[in-house]
């Protein structure tokens, strides 16, 4: 009972050893010849894997049926249940043990893995074949002959040769039958030691050869197996001469060994026999038994004669370690002898290692794939060493030859685990030839080898990485659509699908740009433009096709180069400078401004003035405008040429500007008579005119232009018995008084010309003689009167110096001023209405005229003059600016109502106040402050503003163009003496305010030929004081100018 005991817990700890070890074993029982799909058994439940949870695992349970590559599996294990089934391979129990002793059981094994890693075992499965009833006994021949002696004794026994089933146990041979056997002999079955039924033919009557020598029946053989199976031979009885003396071995039964490596023809041993019997009956004969072997009569030699046994081929203890040889000796009689030859060959190291490699991962084309990705202690295969040889021998170790990550671990004695013992990476070793080593404990020891591939296959691990994170172009602008700038590039080190590149334009990409996906190749699909944009900063990814896909970006920054695509551009095209007549040589006109969108050398820009005009320079660089020359505005009022900018590239480009400087007139010029033409001339006056008619007109001009031409008249000398006044404006001298007998004679006018220049007028004087009476009637005497007065000092005029009394001269002031006032009134409300009436039109000329020089004034607006008597202390300055000009014809003396004058007026035309600027006239140009030479800064940035073109009626070199104001875009602004001019702001810098007094004319005069006009207005009758005038008027177009 304690043997019991022991032996139970060394069991029970043995199988937990290998339940620890990860390795099991596992009996099933299979009939041979079974049909597919038929259920051996259930490792789940046999191995109790039941019991293990599910969610303990990472992955589902599963079984792995381990076999060599090439077999062809007998079972199939379903992977997710564990159960074991027939596959359509044959089970021939027959076949899969050949050589193995027909008392032997046959087995056949396979491995099985479980897995995942967490629970994985190796189960060595050994399945016992049973045998079926599939193989019908056969005798050796078909045919058998046999001869029995005549004198053959009742109930004698010969033995017939056995039949062969390949089956065992019941299924073999159990039965012999004679057929036909004529009551002659009989048949018994004996059996051997070893379990052989063995047939005998038993002789049941006396023989005589004389009365028959040959019988001929049938011997049927039966097998034990469901159904039975059996086979008959033909048995053909010879009847010879008697020996009644068998052979008799010296031993029935020898046993020896022999090296496997014995050399052909060694002895194996000596049979001995010896026979009573004399003669040739006692002539023995040894041979092997039919129950001998193929192998072994293949292997061995017996000499019939001597009956000595001899190798006859090399010995392989491998192919049969022993071998049975049952020898028979026969005298020719009936029954031989027999003895049994037991012939053990012993082993020698003579077979190297073999390795059996079985795959846990299925091979691809011999190789086996494992994922970079697939975690430690993966398993690959099954190796499994073994060694033909025995003993020591057989002792085999396996190991494999260099440093991979890879290990084998031993799970049974001859059987390892090839599995991973680090981590893959395909980036780095791609292919792996992991040699197996496997050597026997022999003296010498032999090894065998054995290669084994592993494929490391690619997992998109890794991102594709760019040649250049920042990848810097530089292309010139104006490129064509469509230029490759250049080639951006990644690599990936995976490979496959995983390493091919897709390049992408980020979001942040502008339009101008196009990326190859494939290539890579960075075009620009837009003309660039430096002077839109220079840089251009986006992001380019690269994106790899493994699933899912990395991305990897960079920078990309294009830089545009310039190209002198673009002309210089001035500010203007046109530039208008207004600069004094007296601004020195080399003062500064003005400046222009000139920019380039180019950069560089391509935007350095250089000005000269075109036509080789010596009359002024141009900085190059600064732009500022000099002359060369004095003005002198009465002999060119205006200098007109143009100014060439030239940038600094390799092929230049250019532009140009017009430029017109105007001069500005100053009061440089005194007034000159015309009419008196000298001091010697006389006028005839009837002592009849009437008080208020004029007798005399002096007439002056002022080359000057503006107030600086505008000339009051006045007597300041003669006229001492006041009997004439001079209107200050027109020149007209009229009665004053009624003339009486003391007034007749010659009368001497001193008469002062002064134009209104400020602060400093200039004036001339001449002598005007009158000569009161009826008629000229001796003109010598009249003009030696006159040279003689001239040489008489002339008396201060003082005209005021009249006799009249105080209550003359109060009626006088009160009239004045009664019709000053009403005068006053009328102009308000005249000018009211006018303004009213013109403003419709004003604005839409306005509109019209923005980009002339001065305003034009619109030929179908019809304009309103007031002309009346002004004292000389009341002068304002008008709302509305009046550019006046007059002119006055000289007509013939036919007209008997004018006394040979023809009076005709241009009237004054009003421009609106909105529409020209009042600006500060200075003695030098005070547009820009000394510490700034930039004067851009006083243009508009999009364009000048409105110019104003005055267009003159009368020539352009006439002296009575009163210019009053400038446009406001002129740049450098002179003001004259004769303004007054307020800033309205306190930076001396800027513009200033002008004011100017109002210029009316009390009697037009006209001294030289205009225009014709559509209205002529003549005077006919005197204008007395306070007389207001409107006159309305159409100027005819102009042709040609």
């Known amino acids: 009972m304690d043997l019991l005991s022991g032996t139970y817990i060394f069991a029970v700890l043995l199988a937990c050893v290998v339940f620890q070890s990860g390795a099991q074993e596992k009996n099933y029982t299979v009939r041979e010849e079974m049909p597919e799909n038929v259920l051996i058994g259930d490792l789940l439940k046999d191995l109790n894997l039941s019991l293990i949870p599910d969610k303990s695992l990472t992955s589902p349970m599963q079984f792995k049926l381990v076999y060599k590559t090439g077999d062809v599996p007998l079972i199939r294990i379903e992977e997710g249940t564990g159960e074991i089934f027939t596959t359509g391979a044959r089970i021939d129990r027959e076949k899969l043990c050949t050589g193995i002793l027909l008392d032997a059981r046959c087995f056949y094994e396979v491995e099985v893995a479980v897995l995942p890693d967490e629970i994985f075992r190796l189960v060595k499965i050994r399945f016992l074949i049973e045998d079926i009833n599939d193989n019908a006994p056969l005798f050796p021949a078909t045919v058998i002959n046999i001869s029995i002696p005549e004198n053959s004794a009742i109930n004698s026994r010969y033995a017939l040769p056995a039949a062969i089933d390949p089956d065992i146990g019941i299924n073999g041979v159990q039965n012999y039958h004679l057929i036909k056997g004529q009551s002659i002999f009989g048949l018994d079955v004996i059996e051997t030691p070893e379990g052989d039924k063995m047939p005998q033919l038993i002789v049941q009557k006396e023989l005589d050869r004389e009365e028959k020598d040959t019988y001929v029946m049938k011997v049927k053989v039966e097998d034990g197996g469901l159904p039975q199976r059996s086979s008959t031979a033909i048995l053909q009885v010879n009847v010879a001469d008697t020996n009644d003396n068998r052979p008799v071995f010296k031993e029935n039964e020898i046993e020896v060994s022999i090296p496997e490596n014995a050399p052909v023809g060694t002895s194996v041993t000596q049979l001995h026999a010896t026979d009573a019997d004399i003669g040739e009956n006692a002539k023995i004969h040894f041979y092997f038994s039919n129950l001998v072997s193929n192998i072994a009569k293949r292997l061995f030699h017996l000499n019939t004669t001597t009956g000595l046994i001899t190798i006859k081929e090399p010995l392989d203890r491998e192919e049969s370690p022993n071998h049975k040889l049952l020898v028979l000796a026969s005298d020719g009689g009936l029954m031989p002898a027999r003895a049994m030859v037991i012939v053990n060959v012993t082993d020698i190291n003579d077979n190297v290692p073999s390795i059996d490699i079985r795959y846990i991962i299925n091979p691809i084309n011999g190789t086996v794939v494992l994922s970079e990705n697939a975690p430690l202690n993966t398993k690959i295969?099954?190796?499994?060493?073994?060694?033909?040889?025995?003993?020591?021998?057989?002792?085999?170790?396996?190991?494999?030859?260099?440093?991979?990550?890879?290990?084998?671990?031993?799970?049974?004695?001859?059987?390892?685990?090839?599995?991973?013992?680090?981590?893959?990476?395909y980036e780095s070793t791609r292919e792996y030839a992991i040699k197996l080593l496997a050597a026997d404990a022999g003296k010498p020891p032999l090894n065998q080898s054995s290669m084994l591939l592993v494929k490391v296959k690619d997992e998109n691990d890794n991102a594709p990485v760019f040649t250049q994170p920042f990848i810097s172009i530089s292309v010139p602008e104006n490129n064509s659509p469509g230029a490759q700038l250049t080639k951006i590039s990644a690599t990936d080190a995976d490979t496959g699908r995983n390493a091919e590149i897709s390049y992408l334009l980020g979001i942040d990409a502008p339009s101008e740009f196009n990326l190859d996906h494939r290539t890579g190749i960075l075009t620009a699909v837009k003309k660039l433009d430096r002077e839109k944009q220079e840089k251009y900063s986006f992001t380019v990814l690269a994106k790899d096709n493994g699933i899912p896909p990395l991305i990897t970006n960079a920078t990309v920054l294009v830089t545009v180069l310039d190209q002198n695509d673009n002309s210089p551009i001035f500010t203007h095209n046109e530039y208008n400078f207004y600069v004094p007549e007296n601004l020195p040589r080399h003062g500064t006109v003005g400046l222009i401004t000139v920019t380039d969108p180019d950069y560089g050398e391509n935007s350095a820009v250089t000005l000269s003035i075109l036509d080789v005009n010596d009359d002024f320079t141009i900085d190059p660089h600064t732009g500022v405008i000099r002359p060369n020359i004095s003005f002198d505005r009465e002999k060119q009022e205006s200098y007109t040429f143009y100014v060439k900018a030239e940038d600094g590239g390799r092929v230049s480009r250019s532009s140009t500007a017009k430029v017109t400087i105007n001069v500005v007139d100053v009061n440089d010029n005194k007034p000159v008579f015309l009419v008196p033409s000298s001091n010697y001339s006389y006028e005839l006056v009837l002592p009849s005119t009437n008080p208020g008619t004029v007798v005399f007109t002096v007439v002056a001009i002022d080359n000057d232009t503006g107030m600086n031409a505008e000339l009051h008249y006045s007597i300041v000398g003669g006229n001492t018995r006041g009997l004439f006044i001079i209107d200050q404006t027109t020149g007209n001298i009229t009665m004053k008084e009624k003339c009486v007998i003391a007034d007749l004679g010659l009368h001497r006018l001193v008469v002062k010309a002064k134009d209104l220049g400020q602060p400093d007028s200039l004036f001339s004087v001449v002598i005007v003689n009158l000569f009161v009476n009826e008629s000229v009637t001796n003109a010598t005497v009249i003009h030696e009167l006159v040279r003689k007065n001239i040489e008489t000092p002339v008396t201060q005029n003082i005209e005021t110096t009249d006799e009249s009394s105080p209550t003359s001269d109060y009626v006088k002031i009160m009239i004045a001023i009664v019709a000053g006032t009403v005068t006053v009134i009328l102009v308000i409300f005249i000018t009211a209405v006018v303004r009213c009436r013109q403003s419709p039109h004003l604005k839409a000329a306005h509109k019209n005229k923005q980009n002339s020089e001065w305003v034009t004034p619109n030929p179908e607006n019809r304009q309103m003059i007031m002309m009346k008597k002004k004292k000389k202390k009341k002068k304002h300055a008008p709302k509305n600016l009046l550019l006046n000009f007059v002119t006055i014809e000289d007509t013939k003396?036919?007209?008997?109502?004018?006394?040979?004058?023809?009076?005709?007026?241009?009237?004054?035309?009003?421009?609106?106040?909105?529409?020209?600027?009042?600006?500060?006239?200075?003695?030098?140009p005070t547009t820009f402050k000394p510490d700034s030479p930039d004067l851009a800064r006083h243009y508009k940035?999009?364009?000048?503003?409105?110019?104003?073109?005055?267009?003159?009626?009368?020539?352009?070199?006439?002296?009575?163009?009163?210019?009053?104001?400038?446009?406001?875009?002129?740049?450098?602004?002179?003001?004259?003496?004769?303004?007054?001019?307020?800033?309205?702001?306190?930076?001396?810098?800027?513009?200033?305010?002008?004011?100017?007094?109002?210029?009316?004319?009390?009697?037009?005069?006209?001294?030289?030929?205009?225009?014709?006009?559509?209205?002529?207005?003549?005077?006919?009758?005197?204008?007395?004081e306070g007389t207001t005038v409107e006159i309305w008027m159409h100027p005819q177009p102009q042709v040609g100018r």
């Open 893 to 924: 003396a036919d007209d008997a109502d004018n006394d040979g004058n023809s009076i005709t007026l241009d009237l004054p035309i009003e421009l609106e106040e909105q529409t020209i600027g009042k600006y500060n006239w200075g003695t030098t």
């Open 381 to 425: 295969a099954l190796i499994t060493v073994t060694d033909k040889d025995a003993d020591h021998n057989s002792r085999v170790t396996c190991f494999t030859d260099h440093d991979v990550p890879f290990r084998l671990r031993p799970v049974f004695s001859n059987q390892f685990l090839l599995e991973t013992a680090a981590y893959l990476d």
């Open 941 to 1024: 940035s999009a364009s000048p503003q409105p110019a104003f073109q005055i267009q003159p009626e009368t020539p352009l070199n006439s002296k009575h163009h009163i210019i009053q104001e400038l446009p406001l875009d002129n740049t450098f602004v002179a003001c004259d003496s004769i303004s007054k001019c307020s800033s309205s702001s306190s930076d001396p810098y800027s513009v200033s305010e002008c004011s100017y007094p109002v210029t009316t004319f009390k009697t037009p005069v006209s001294v030289h030929t205009r225009l014709p006009m559509k209205e002529v207005v003549r005077s006919h009758t005197p204008m007395k």
